[in-house]
């Protein structure tokens, strides 16, 4: 199920103190997730269970970062993003999400673990531009050609700066 809601521009600001917490299968589909989490999509828990993560997609998001989510926490590594989510009223609020795998005995990822706090403005007004435009030119082209060009406008934005995703993140 994907969100079908109509997206509005009513904002929801988590608190200082809320922490946003879910845990996921291999692929991505809901097996737990806290009260925050509810009360913040707005949809029932039940709703919610067994569901794609996807059920709180904002359209605004651009899939070059989902993608790049996958790869990295697919191979085992932790990626702290920021994610504009949407509830089920179509009203956004802004995460600062920490996924981390959950690794078996042998290593491999078991299932996946997100908590998510209250971004900082001064990020967001640096993050809001740069995922627009990536946004933007997936909006442009076809679904898989378009996350490859915003993979590259990514990588390129990235490249000037010298750093990664990851050390952008937690310098901005
Ligand atoms: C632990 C975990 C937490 C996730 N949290 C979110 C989230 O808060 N919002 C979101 O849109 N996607 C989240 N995702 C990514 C979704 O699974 C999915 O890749 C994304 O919503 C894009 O979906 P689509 O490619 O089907 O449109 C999370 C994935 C994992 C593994």
């Known amino acids: 199920m994907k969100n079908k809601a109509t997206p509005n521009n009513k904002e929801m600001v988590l608190r200082d103190e809320d922490f946003i917490v879910s845990k996921t299968d291999l692929k991505g589909k809901i097996t737990y997730c806290n009260e925050i989490f509810i009360e913040f999509a707005k949809y029932d828990e ?20 989902f993608k790049l989510l996958w790869d990295t926490i697919q191979s085992g590594s932790e990626l702290n993003a920021y994610v504009k989510n949407m509830a089920a009223d179509g009203s956004f609020y802004w995460v ?40 933007a030119l997936e909006n442009r082209s076809g679904k898989k050609e378009g996350i490859e060009l915003s993979t590259k406008m990514l990588n390129n934005f990235l490249n000037e700066k010298g750093i990664s995703y990851e050390k952008f993140i937690l310098s901005i």
């Open 46 to 65: 039940a709703d919610l269970l067994n569901k794609n993560h996807n059920v709180i997609r904002h359209p605004d998001m651009p899939g070059s970062i």
């Open 96 to 135: 600062l999400a920490n996924v981390t795998p959950v690794l078996g005995r042998d290593l491999k990822p078991m299932g996946y673990y997100s908590v998510r706090r209250k971004p900082k403005k001064a990020a967001l007004d640096v993050i809001v531009p740069l995922y627009k435009e990536l946004r």
